[in-house]
């Protein structure tokens, strides 16, 4: 078993009008086995917990810590944090003309596990995960994310996801502008992720929808840069039917106290 905790974290990002404070201490402990849902509204700082664990530049950590098996990973590079066992899917993918798919997913395999996978598995291994989420073989040789819907570019997420295979996946928004076949596709891979056993998940989202196929072990509701509530999937059911009002609700007393 292994043990992603995310203690105090504190993150601001530096603007024209100075340094802004977006996440302001939070707390979160994910296991291998577990499946956690984040769920808050727009702004919330949601993303940027995701980019601040993945190592995005732009944001500054400014107090707590990152840990995976006690590990800091703060301190380590981007490609460190993904050998480590870490793999972030984006609200916003982005496009890499000129590198094709087929060849970002090798080289990418190749770095996490320190040696090129053999090629004529891997190519199987790669149409295989391709179809499961539904992408014909051929959208291998497109450049990444170059002209994607947002769909593919969700499904290539998944496709990378399983092919990958990391001990943690943090999934930004996975659910955000897709159908409902495409939703069921996405779900699908996630749980065949999960389903493998000794993976963790964190789900980001801010509709409950995704919910109804993917079944979190625990909800977590972020509002204003913490994590402001925390239950069982039944806390996901309650946020369907009240909102996040009262949390946001109460986060504004707190800051304007
Ligand atoms: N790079 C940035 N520069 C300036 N402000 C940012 C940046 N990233 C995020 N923010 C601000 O931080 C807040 C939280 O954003 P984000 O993490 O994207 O929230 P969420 O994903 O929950 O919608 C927002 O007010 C957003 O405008
Ligand atoms: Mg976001």
């Known amino acids: 078993m292994a043990t992603l905790e995310i203690k105090d974290l504190h993150v601001s990002v530096t603007t024209e009008e100075g340094e802004k404070k977006i996440l302001k201490g939070v707390d979160l402990t994910v296991k291998t086995g577990e499946v956690h849902a984040i769920m808050g509204p727009n702004g919330s700082g949601k993303s940027t917990l995701a980019y601040s664990i993945a190592g995005h530049p732009k944001y500054n950590i400014t107090g707590g810590s990152v840990t995976l098996d006690g590990v800091d990973i703060l301190s ?15 609200q916003y993918p982005v496009e890499v003309p000129g590198v094709s798919v087929a060849n970002f997913l090798r080289t990418a395999k190749t770095a996490i596990d320190g040696e090129a996978p053999k090629l004529r598995t891997w190519v199987k291994d790669v149409n295989e995960a391709l179809e499961r989420v539904t992408l014909d073989k051929d959208f291998a040789q497109r ?15 998944i496709a990378q996801l399983e092919l990958l295979n990391p ?4 999934l930004d928004e996975t ?30 989202t801010h509709y409950t929808r995704i919910l109804r196929y993917i079944k979190p072990d625990y909800v977590h509701v972020f509002v204003a840069g913490r994590v402001a509530d925390q239950g ?9 039917a009240n909102g996040y009002d009262k949390y946001v609700k109460a986060a504004a007393e707190v800051t304007s106290a």
């Open 76 to 90: 380590m590079k981007v490609d460190e944090r993904a050998r480590a066992g870490l793999f972030l899917a984006m």
């Open 143 to 157: 450049s990444v994310n170059e002209g994607f819907s947002g769909g593919e570019k969700k499904r290539h997420e």
């Open 167 to 170: 001990k943690f996946a943090v």
């Open 175 to 204: 659910d955000s502008g897709l159908d409902i076949d495409a939703l069921r596709v996405v779900s699908d891979g996630v749980n065949r992720f999960s389903g493998q056993g000794d993976r963790g998940v964190l789900l980001i």
């Open 232 to 240: 069982g999937p039944e806390l996901a059911d309650e946020l369907e």
